[in-house]
C-alpha cells in the first residue's frame, strides 16, 4: 500500500500527488480518526522535507489537546486564540507564518522551530482540530505547499466523523 520510491522520485508536484494518492489508499474504509491521523502525520513527516515537527491537535470543545505527531514531545493543551494553533482554529484559517519569533504569543514547543504552517480541520462546519508543521528554517511554507495541504487536509475531513 505505502510507495517508499514515490518520495525520491519525480517533480514536486508529482511527489505531492503521489502522497495524495497514498492517504486517499490509507484511510479508505477506515473510520478510527486516530488511526487515519497517525498515517496521515507519519506519511507527511516522509514526504515533506526541513520539518522538525508535523501533527495533529484535536479540538475537544475548549481547546486543543495533542493528537498523533511525528517529532519531539510537544505542547499537550494550547486554548483558542494563542499561538499559531489556537489562532488558526479559532479563524478556522490556514496560517502560514515564515517566522515564528515575529508572531504576537507565538507558543514555543521546540525550541530550533523557526517557520510553521498550521491548517483547520473543518467538517460540517465543525471544527475537529488542526494540522500543525514546523521548520527550522525560515520561510520554510510556500503557497504550493499550503495548496496541497490544505487539499490533503480536504481529503482526511472528508474521512473523519464529526461528534455530535
Same mark, same amino acid.
Given at each position: 500500500?505505502?510507495?517508499?520510491?514515490? =518520495?525520491?522520485?519525480?517533480?514536486?508536484?508529482?511527489?505531492? @500527488?503521489? =502522497?495524495?494518492?497514498?492517504?486517499?489508499?490509507?484511510?479508505?474504509?477506515?473510520? $478510527?480518526? *486516530? =488511526?487515519?491521523?497517525?498515517?496521515?502525520?507519519?506519511?507527511?513527516?516522509? #514526504?515533506?522535507?526541513?520539518?522538525?515537527?508535523?501533527?495533529? #491537535?484535536? #479540538? +475537544? %470543545?475548549?481547546?486543543?489537546?495533542?493528537?498523533?505527531?511525528?517529532?519531539?514531545?510537544? &505542547? !499537550?493543551?494550547?486554548?483558542?486564540?494563542?499561538?499559531? &494553533?489556537?489562532?488558526? =482554529?479559532?479563524?478556522?484559517?490556514?496560517?502560514?507564518?515564515?517566522?515564528?519569533?515575529?508572531?504576537?504569543?507565538? *507558543?514555543?514547543?521546540?525550541?530550533?522551530?523557526? $517557520?510553521?504552517?498550521?491548517?483547520?480541520?473543518?467538517?460540517?462546519? @465543525?471544527?475537529? %482540530?488542526?494540522? +500543525? *508543521?514546523?521548520?527550522?528554517?525560515?520561510?520554510?511554507? +510556500?503557497?504550493?505547499?499550503?495548496?496541497?495541504?490544505?487539499?490533503?487536509?480536504? !481529503?482526511?475531513?472528508?474521512?473523519?466523523?464529526?461528534?455530535?
Amino acid at each position: 500500500m505505502f510507495q517508499a520510491d514515490a =518520495a525520491n522520485s519525480g517533480s514536486r508536484v508529482e511527489q505531492q @500527488q503521489a =502522497a495524495l494518492t497514498q492517504l486517499e489508499a490509507l484511510i479508505a474504509g477506515e473510520s $478510527s480518526m *486516530i =488511526a487515519n491521523l497517525a498515517n496521515a502525520a507519519a506519511l507527511l513527516n516522509f #514526504y515533506l522535507t526541513d520539518i522538525n515537527w508535523v501533527g495533529f #491537535y484535536l #479540538y +475537544d %470543545g475548549k481547546e486543543l489537546v495533542l493528537g498523533p505527531f511525528q517529532g519531539l514531545p510537544a &505542547c !499537550i493543551r494550547i486554548p483558542l486564540g494563542k499561538g499559531v &494553533c489556537g489562532t488558526s =482554529a479559532e479563524r478556522r484559517e490556514t496560517l502560514r507564518i515564515e517566522d515564528v519569533h515575529t508572531f504576537p504569543g507565538h *507558543i514555543a514547543c521546540d525550541a530550533a522551530s523557526n $517557520s510553521e504552517i498550521v491548517i483547520p480541520l473543518v467538517k460540517e462546519n @465543525q471544527l475537529l %482540530g488542526v494540522l +500543525d *508543521i514546523d521548520s527550522p528554517l525560515k520561510g520554510r511554507f +510556500d503557497a504550493e505547499d499550503q495548496a496541497f495541504l490544505e487539499q490533503f487536509v480536504s !481529503i482526511l475531513t472528508g474521512q473523519l466523523h464529526v461528534s455530535n
